[in-house]
């Protein structure tokens, strides 16, 4: 069964890697990809034009400060005299040599030579033949082709890097920064953070976390929660499917994966505290990494002042580990058969998948304790596959609808969140191995492994549905959010594309 529940769509970023590979049948002899972007040029003379190309680089290095007042640019479709004339204006004594055949670069067989044209540009002389007249340099760009560019620059530099040929890596990802430059809105955010991960991953410069930063994370998810109902969602819907499953217990025990600041739990007691016949007692066990070890008891602290202020009996206890695999079952002290036990992980289990078996340790680990659910948040995204490319045209995709959909009023709260994401994009562009611990997975492949784990899915419920979908509907800005239900899960996205997806399990207990 699927049900949708849409708001007013609004536009969104929209990238298209296939546009990459269109309108062969119009090349006629000249590179299909430089013609998508209206250059023509033969694929014959690609070594010469980056022999060119290349040499306008370095002469820019130098400085412009010689460059003719008189010069207006704009956009040939002769790109290979554009640049001749640049280079003549730049450096007038500059030798037109053409490179060897051993050239590093080897263009024509490059996708990425597509984003090479940095702007509209020709030149075009004196209206007088005989009276130079000085006016202002100027460029003209036109946003929506020059956003079509900015794409194809990324996807070209992503495709460089997979084949390690960096030097041209190089010169396309500072195109990258020219073009993002002149873009505006989510376009601009999304374009600028995925070429810091090129150029880190180009230059070896990578993105690491660090004690320092641990409490600066835990900040930029507070905003985040508050900025947009990404976190909101994941923690109501995990909560609901919580309180069935809790419905009749007197002793309840929730192993939270991953408390960070919380934020799930308030919720939670003052439902618990509402039901019908009393609540009943309440014992959290907060996991965290070793960075974050005397914040989770601060945490565990103010939640239990709550639990006391609304007559909940609560009890709390901390583990701190250096990794969610290293979790063995006798650190959760389960009280068999006199506690109904939840499992909750939110954001938490896509990164296990940098060390093989971690995942298989974990859910051996819960399957030992018996629980009556496991509740499941995910990114709904394909950023695990071997293929650097895909990976990057993929998080491409998802990072624009993310970045579009916290569009509005400037904020601390939107900044921040901003942030958040970015520092993803960061590790999932930059980094490799067990350095890459954003690798989030769809919900078809957790369903595969959590099937293969001895587990079977827990239908969420209508009730959820429906209460998820009202809490959109009173969400400032929520227009272009939509929840979907499928298959007893439950899906919030953007405009057409599901982004998180929260699911229940229990044991598949046979015979």
């Given amino acids: 069964m699927k049900r949708e529940h849409s708001h007013r769509e609004t536009s969104s970023v929209k990238v298209d890697s296939s546009s990459m590979t269109a309108n062969k049948e119009e090349a006629g002899g000249f590179d299909e990809l430089l013609v998508v972007l209206g250059y023509k040029v033969r694929s014959s003379d690609m070594a010469d034009v980056a022999h060119k190309l290349e040499q306008l680089e370095m002469v820019l290095d130098d400085g412009i400060s010689h460059l003719s007042d008189d010069t207006v640019h704009y956009n040939p479709s002769d790109l290979s005299g554009w640049v001749d004339s ?40 004196s209206d007088s033949p005989t009276t130079t007249t000085t006016t202002r340099s100027m460029v003209v760009l036109d946003s929506q082709e020059t956003g079509v560019r900015l794409v194809h620059a990324l996807l070209a530099c992503a495709e460089a890097v997979q084949q390690n040929n960096l030097k041209l890596a190089d010169v396309l990802v500072k195109h990258v920064g020219l073009l993002a430059s002149s873009q505006a809105g989510a376009m601009r955010k999304v374009a600028t953070y995925f070429a810091e991960g090129l150029a880190r991953r180009i230059y070896r410069i990578y993105p690491h976390d660090d004690v320092g930063l641990s409490s600066f994370s835990d900040t930029l998810q507070i905003h985040f929660y508050e900025s947009c109902p990404y976190l909101k969602f994941a923690h109501f819907t995990a909560n609901q499917a919580i309180l069935e499953s809790f419905a009749t217990a007197e002793k309840v025990h929730v192993i939270d994966l991953g408390l960070n600041q919380g934020l799930q739990w308030p919720a939670l007691i003052q439902a618990l505290a509402l039901r019908p016949g009393g609540p009943p007692d309440f014992r959290l066990t907060g996991i965290g990494s070793s960075l974050t070890g005397q914040s989770i008891q601060e945490v565990g602290w103010k939640l239990g002042q709550l639990a006391n202020a609304v007559g909940v009996n609560f009890e709390f206890k901390s583990i701190v580990l250096n990794s969610l695999s290293d979790l063995k079952p006798e ?152 929840v979907e239900e499928h298959e007893g899960c439950l899906l919030l996205g953007w405009q057409t594309r599901p982004l998180i997806a929260t699911s229940a399990w229990r044991l598949n207990r046979v015979g």
């Fill in 86 to 125: 640049l280079l003549f204006d730049l450096n007038p004594t500059c030798d037109q040599v053409k490179p060897d055949q051993d050239s590093e670069y080897e263009l024509s067989a490059i996708p990425g030579s597509a984003a090479y044209p940095p702007g509209k540009r020709t030149r075009t002389g």
């Fill in 331 to 482: 650190m959760l002290e389960i009280r068999t058969g006199s506690e109904s036990i939840a499992v909750n992980s939110v954001f938490e289990l896509h990164r296990l998948l940098a060390h093989p078996g971690s995942i298989d340790n974990i859910l051996f680990t819960i399957k030992s304790i018996k629980p009556d659910i496991i509740t499941v948040v995910e990114q709904e995204a394909d950023h695990n596959g071997s293929v650097f490319l895909d990976r990057f045209t993929e998080s491409l995709h998802y990072y624009s609808s993310l970045f579009d959909s916290l569009e509005g009023p400037p904020s601390q709260d939107r900044v921040m969140s901003e942030l958040y994401l970015g520092r993803q994009i960061l590790n999932l562009v930059a980094c490799e191995g067990e350095d890459r611990v954003e690798r989030h997975e769809t919900l078809v492949q957790w369903r595969n492994r959590f099937s293969m784990g001895g587990f079977k899915p827990v239908n969420i419920g209508s009730y959820a549905y429906k209460q998820a979908s009202m809490l959109l509907a009173l969400y400032a800005g929520a227009d272009g959010y939509k």
